[in-house]
Nanobody, 120 residues
């Protein structure tokens, strides 16, 4: 059974930083594409960043230069380092996985989410 558990959310002031973690189990993590998504109140879920099994990354334009996605295959953990946070980054953040070395957008596996609140 695939399990993804996020942690690291919290409340910070604008300009601050947070690092989200996603612990994964139940599958060959190192060979899977992983991603971070977020959903703000009243808005649709959006993709934030993704990382292929070989470490290739993609970012939403809104977070480029501020967020960094990374993975530690030895620890079966996905990370999202978020710097220069803005109030518009406030959302529930989810990690997701798909059974593909390259990210193709199917995302069948999801965590429960961790909340990030950025105050001005």
């Amino acid at each position: 059974q695939v399990q993804l558990v996020e942690s690291g959310g919290g409340s910070v002031q604008s300009g601050g930083s947070l690092r989200l973690s996603c612990a994964v189990s139940g599958y060959a993590y190192s060979s899977y594409c992983m991603g971070w998504f977020r959903q703000a109140p009243g808005k649709e879920r959006e993709g934030v960043a993704a990382i292929d099994s070989d470490g290739s990354t993609n970012y939403a334009d809104s977070v480029k230069g501020r967020f960094t996605i990374s993975r530690d295959n030895a620890k079966n953990t996905l990370y999202l380092q978020m710097n220069s946070l803005k109030p518009e980054d406030t959302a529930m953040y989810y990690c997701a996985a798909e059974r593909s070395h390259r990210c193709i957008g199917s995302w069948p596996y999801w965590g429960q989410g961790t909340r990030v609140t950025v105050s001005s």
